[in-house]
């Protein structure tokens, strides 16, 4: 019998795995250790489950798996075919026998699975004297998790699923109201980006950043305030929350408790409130990093990046033809 466990692909990330041979000439028996590893010179490693690319829900998403070895080719004659066999995925995603994993995801979060490859070859005859069927099956299985977020609303924010830019980014939204009246409240987005690639090198665990508004038309509620504002990116990590409120200013402290925000996505959505109705134009929501820290890396961080937010007051065209 062999093992197979599917490698990961990504598009622009690609990991091979590492098989050894062990033979004894007394049984006859062949095993096959397969081992994956997100940095493919560190043969053995164990799976990161965090490797697969991020999703946003609501848009089209795909990952190819796969289980090959350049070096062999034992596996030339094998069909591989690809199972969910435990765990959840979002609504809207599903596992191909292919290894495809597809679909568009319509909730956020985190979400763990297993996968169960299996290799069916009926042509490599050294397995006849083992085996009582005409054909070999076998098959290993390895859990992995799936990142659904939310993009910022702001389009000078990167993506989450951006796996090209570096740096770390803190972005308020860009949100557009065809009115807001005395009271009347909006959610401003802030979104935090951390470069796909090293984000776990930098073990960022604590963020602590605060969002300005002109107190001449917009306060914030206490009362509205909690953990209850925290989002996917945040609550992944187990974060917990503390909030100090100014004038003209609210200040976040986040902290993960059981992992690091080794993943780009929406963190916060501030609730806002208008102290008068707002007239048509453009408000403005400063953003500033004041820390960012990791109790594990004494190391250097990213270049910190603050992308401030606005509301746009837009009324409706009222010249109906």
Same mark, same amino acid.
């Given at each position: 019998?062999?093992?197979? $466990?599917? $490698?990961?692909?990504?598009?622009?990330?690609?990991?091979?795995?590492?098989?050894? &041979?062990?033979?004894?000439?007394?049984?006859?028996?062949?095993?096959?250790?397969?081992?994956?590893?997100?940095?493919?010179?560190?043969?053995?490693?164990?799976?990161?489950?965090?490797?697969?690319?991020?999703?946003?829900?609501? +848009?089209?998403?795909?990952?190819?798996?796969?289980?090959?070895?350049?070096?062999?080719?034992?596996?030339?004659?094998? &069909? &591989?075919?690809?199972?969910?066999?435990?765990?959840?995925?979002?609504?809207?995603?599903?596992?191909?026998?292919?290894?495809?994993?597809?679909?568009?995801?319509?909730?956020?979060?985190?979400? +763990?699975?297993?996968?169960?490859?299996?290799?069916?070859?009926?042509?490599?005859?050294?397995? *006849?004297?083992?085996? +009582?069927?005409?054909?070999?099956?076998?098959?290993?299985?390895?859990?992995?998790?799936?990142?659904?977020?939310?993009?910022?609303? @702001?389009?000078?924010?990167?993506?989450?699923?951006?796996?090209?830019?570096?740096?770390?980014?803190?972005?308020?939204?860009?949100?557009?109201?065809?009115? &807001?009246?005395? *009271?009347?409240?909006?959610?401003?987005?802030?979104?935090?980006?951390?470069?796909?690639? @090293?984000?776990?090198?930098?073990?960022?665990?604590?963020? %602590?950043?605060?969002?300005?508004?002109?107190?001449?038309?917009?306060?914030?509620?206490?009362?509205?305030?909690?953990?209850?504002?925290?989002? +996917? !990116?945040?609550?992944? !990590?187990?974060?917990?929350?503390?909030?100090?409120?100014?004038? *003209?200013?609210?200040?976040?402290?986040?902290?993960?408790?059981?992992?690091?925000?080794?993943?780009?996505?929406?963190?916060?959505?501030?609730?806002?409130?208008?102290?008068? @109705?707002?007239?048509?134009?453009?408000?403005?929501?400063?953003?500033?990093?004041?820390?960012?820290?990791?109790?594990?890396?004494?190391?250097?961080?990213?270049?910190?990046?603050?992308?401030?937010?606005?509301?746009?007051?837009?009324? %409706?065209?009222? *010249?109906?033809?």
């Amino acid at each position: 019998m062999s093992s197979v $466990l599917p $490698l990961l692909s990504q598009t622009h990330f690609t990991c091979f795995f590492v098989i050894n &041979l062990m033979t004894s000439l007394k049984n006859k028996l062949l095993f096959f250790g397969l081992a994956i590893s997100l940095f493919c010179s560190a043969c053995g490693a164990n799976l990161y489950s965090e490797s697969l690319s991020i999703a946003l829900v609501n +848009e089209q998403y795909t990952y190819q798996l796969y289980a090959e070895d350049e070096s062999w080719s034992v596996f030339d004659d094998a &069909l &591989l075919l690809f199972a969910q066999t435990g765990g959840v995925l979002p609504d809207g995603v599903s596992v191909g026998s292919n290894g495809l994993i597809s679909g568009v995801p319509t909730e956020v979060g985190n979400f +763990e699975f297993r996968i169960t490859a299996y290799a069916i070859d009926d042509e490599w005859d050294v397995w *006849d004297d083992c085996c +009582e069927d005409d054909e070999d099956v076998t098959s290993d299985r390895e859990w992995f998790t799936l990142f659904v977020t939310e993009a910022s609303t @702001n389009e000078y924010c990167p993506w989450p699923n951006d796996e090209q830019t570096s740096g770390l980014y803190f972005c308020a939204g860009n949100l557009v109201q065809t009115s &807001l009246n005395a *009271d009347e409240s909006v959610d401003l987005d802030i979104t935090y980006f951390i470069d796909f690639n @090293n984000a776990k090198g930098y073990a960022i665990d604590t963020l %602590e950043f605060t969002v300005f508004f002109d107190p001449e038309f917009f306060y914030v509620e206490s009362s509205t305030l909690s953990s209850q504002i925290l989002r +996917e !990116a945040a609550t992944r !990590a187990g974060a917990s929350l503390e909030i100090t409120i100014g004038d *003209d200013y609210v200040t976040f402290f986040v902290q993960g408790q059981d992992m690091d925000f080794n993943r780009s996505g929406r963190l916060v959505d501030l609730p806002i409130f208008a102290s008068q @109705n707002l007239a048509e134009g453009d408000y403005y929501f400063p953003i500033i990093i004041d820390q960012i820290g990791s109790s594990t890396n004494e190391g250097s961080f990213p270049t910190a990046y603050e992308v401030d937010g606005f509301l746009t007051i837009q009324p %409706e065209d009222s *010249d109906d033809a």
